[in-house]
């Protein structure tokens, strides 16, 4: 697909080559595509290198206006892409900046080259006062814990090393985030001597893990035995043969399947044997009845397995552990360091399977296609279970319009055209969420923070943009307002693409808390609000989009004033364009 956003720049033979030089070539030949930045003298060796060395191309960059928007653009980048964006960042103050996103992109395990910069390292060449505040003995220190791997390289060569070694990191299943710090003598020193950027084939990343023999001789076995199997996928690939390998998978064993609207879409919502809408924040009652039925779980790098099924048991997960066998498959422990909880608690499996879940899925495919005696369970009544998209209310309904409302009517939407929902709002109705592919649904931001919404929707616009298929934004105000002048960015790239703003003038899940903490402690449930309402004045949604070079109309209060809508955004954004719609909800989340 078509993916250039800008133009090339005017280049001349070069006569001489300087330390970032050979750091862009190394980005090159490693084959990143673009950087998100926001410029900093810190590296602007390295930007010089980027745009009169190679051109503004191969890595191309996207000019950000916040650290956050750039890392979280690289962030939904990925979602899609399956590969990482490489990111420049400002000395320390542009990655304290950027903290959030690099936390939020290590939850969601997105890989992401971070070339950050210093210095310089020696006092002796500092700049008096901007040098200096400039400069931090340890940077990587700031985000040591949230990424797999940092470093500061003193040399050219030693640079080249690091950039190789950080992008094999970066790949290397669990992928995640990493940090090279440049000092900032050595990209402007003038080399004397050759360096050079060698066969980056020969620095490739391994290939995921499998399972190991024995382990697939016991899972087959569990696998037979069992009467009532459940499949937990969870994070996967967005490959289309992935896809069908987990279809064909859970209707080889003939098994229940769930996935969550933490994750992006990896299996057909519409399928008979997903019995249920994807797992949501809340627990429910049918989610329980099938974990109590089942004999057998097989987790796929379920997020949080231990809390998911302590929650719909209703017992400690390590004090007393559903009954049934489980057998969970993730290399996520391989990055559990301790200072984070992000790995969440500690699930009791029955076999533990340190592999690649999308490689597990060929594996069994492999034995089970194998086994000629095989015949698959009988679904626990997955017709019974099964759900349909039915909104609530319709157009003409008198209740006011909430948030399912607005969900159902997207989703409705969304079947009609190639739609790739980059972001849901929170407290998004499960029952509205209908996926078909890898690329209808693309996840949650999976360190719990706001402001990267906007970002992540660019980056999936980048990379969606000549699919044919058109990326929309669902998020909340909140998230929203922290973000909007990432919005700039779509527009200086004439990315297409549509934010639909889920407005309930509040920070209304902050309103839940107060409402809980008042009615715990007897106080007044009235004054919830006080410190969450984004009112008196509103602020003007469609007007800070317009200001970045979006497209708006006016604000809607109902199903038929966002339908209408949405058809006048689809139309500017199959042309090419961007368009913001600002949906103003009554507040409260859907209990469906």
């Known amino acids: 697909m078509n993916t250039t956003m800008n133009t090339t720049a005017t280049l001349t033979a070069p006569k001489e080559l300087w330390g970032s030089d050979v750091v862009a070539q190394t980005v090159r030949a490693l084959g990143y595509r673009y950087i998100a930045l926001v410029p900093g003298a810190s590296f602007r060796g390295l930007h010089d290198s980027l745009v009169n060395h190679l051109g503004n191309h191969d890595p191309e960059m996207?000019?950000?206006?916040?650290?956050?928007?750039?890392?979280?653009?690289?962030?939904?980048?990925?979602?899609?892409?399956?590969?990482?964006?490489?990111?420049?960042?400002?000395?320390?103050?542009?990655?304290?900046?950027?903290?959030?996103?690099?936390?939020?992109?290590?939850?969601?395990?997105?890989?992401?080259?971070?070339?950050?910069?210093?210095?310089?390292?020696?006092?002796?060449?500092?700049?008096?006062?901007?040098?200096?505040?400039?400069?931090?003995?340890?940077?990587?220190?700031?985000?040591?814990?949230?990424?797999?791997?940092?470093?500061?390289?003193a040399s050219a060569e030693a640079a080249v090393e690091s950039v190789l070694r950080a992008d094999q990191i970066a790949r290397t299943a669990p992928t995640g985030p990493v940090y090279v710090c440049l000092d900032a003598e050595m990209q402007e020193s003038r080399l004397e001597r050759e360096v050079k950027v060698p066969d980056v084939r020969r620095y490739a990343p391994p290939r995921p893990p499998a399972a190991a023999g024995e382990d697939m001789e016991r899972i087959v076995g569990l696998l037979r035995a069992a009467k009532a199997p459940v499949l937990l996928f969870g994070r996967g690939?967005?490959?289309?043969?992935?896809?069908?390998?987990?279809?064909?998978?859970?209707?080889?064993l003939g098994a229940l399947v769930l996935t969550t609207l933490h994750n992006a879409s990896v299996f057909p919502t519409e399928h008979r044997l997903h019995a249920l809408a994807p797992v949501g924040e809340r627990p429910t009652d049918a989610e329980a009845e099938v974990l109590a039925a089942a004999d057998l779980i097989v987790s796929f790098d379920w997020h949080d397995l231990a809390g998911f099924l302590a929650a719909r048991s209703g017992a400690s997960q390590t004090q007393e552990p559903v009954k049934a066998s489980i057998v969970h498959?993730?290399?996520?422990?391989?990055?559990?360091?301790?200072?984070?909880?992000?790995?969440?608690?500690?699930?009791?499996?029955?076999?533990?399977v340190l592999a690649d879940p999308d490689r597990f899925v060929a594996q069994l495919l492999e034995w089970l296609r194998l086994e000629d005696d095989w015949h698959p369970a009988a679904p626990l009544v997955a017709a019974e279970r099964h759900w349909t998209l039915t909104a609530p209310n319709g157009p003409d309904a008198a209740a006011p319009f909430n948030s399912e409302q607005l969900a159902y009517t997207l989703a409705a939407f969304g079947r009609e055209r190639?739609?790739?929902?980059?972001?849901?709002?929170?407290?998004?109705?499960?029952?509205?969420?209908?996926?078909?592919?890898?690329?209808?649904?693309?996840?949650?931001?999976?360190?719990?923070?706001?402001?990267?919404?906007?970002?992540?929707?660019?980056?999936?616009?980048?990379?969606?943009?000549?699919?044919?298929?058109?990326?929309?934004?669902?998020?909340?105000?909140?998230?929203?307002?922290?973000?909007?002048?990432?919005?700039?960015?779509?527009?200086?790239?004439?990315?297409?693409?549509?934010?639909?703003?889920?407005?309930?003038?509040?920070?209304?899940?902050?309103e839940v808390h107060q409402e809980r903490m008042a009615r715990e402690r007897g106080r007044p449930v009235?004054?919830?609000?006080?410190?969450?309402?984004?009112?008196?004045?509103?602020?003007?949604?469609?007007?800070?989009?317009?200001?970045?070079?979006?497209?708006?109309?006016?604000?809607?209060?109902?199903?038929?004033?966002?339908?209408?809508?949405?058809?006048?955004?689809?139309a500017v954004v199959e042309a090419g364009g961007r368009y913001i719609i600002d949906a103003l909800i009554v507040p409260g989340y859907s209990s469906k």
């Open 62 to 153: 996207i000019v950000c206006l916040h650290e956050g928007h750039a890392v979280a653009i690289a962030d939904g980048f990925s979602r899609v892409a399956n590969e990482p964006m490489a990111v420049a960042l400002h000395s320390n103050v542009g990655l304290m900046h950027a903290t959030m996103s690099i936390f939020n992109a290590w939850c969601d395990r997105r890989p992401m080259l971070i070339i950050g910069a210093t210095g310089p390292v020696d006092a002796h060449r500092r700049r008096p006062w901007i040098d200096w505040i400039h400069t931090a003995r340890d940077q990587g220190a700031l985000v040591r814990h949230y990424t797999k791997w940092d470093d500061q390289p």
């Open 418 to 510: 190639p739609v790739t929902f980059a972001r849901l709002a929170f407290g998004w109705p499960r029952q509205a969420s209908r996926f078909r592919t890898p690329l209808d649904f693309l996840g949650k931001d999976g360190g719990g923070a706001v402001g990267t919404g906007p970002g992540h929707t660019i980056g999936a616009a980048i990379a969606l943009r000549g699919s044919g298929r058109m990326t929309v934004g669902v998020i909340g105000d909140g998230d929203y307002l922290m973000g909007v002048n990432a919005l700039w960015t779509a527009s200086r790239g004439e990315l297409p693409m549509m934010l639909v703003v889920s407005n309930n003038r509040s920070y209304f899940n902050d």
């Open 237 to 252: 690939s967005r490959a289309t043969d992935d896809w069908d390998r987990r279809v064909e998978l859970a209707e080889r």
């Open 526 to 570: 009235e004054n919830k609000w006080i410190g969450q309402r984004l009112d008196d004045p509103p602020p003007d949604i469609i007007a800070l989009a317009r200001a970045q070079g979006f497209d708006g109309g006016v604000s809607v209060s109902s199903v038929a004033e966002l339908a209408a809508e949405l058809e006048k955004g689809a």
């Open 329 to 352: 498959c993730s290399l996520d422990s391989y990055v559990h360091n301790g200072w984070s909880m992000d790995h969440q608690a500690l699930p009791a499996a029955d076999l533990r």
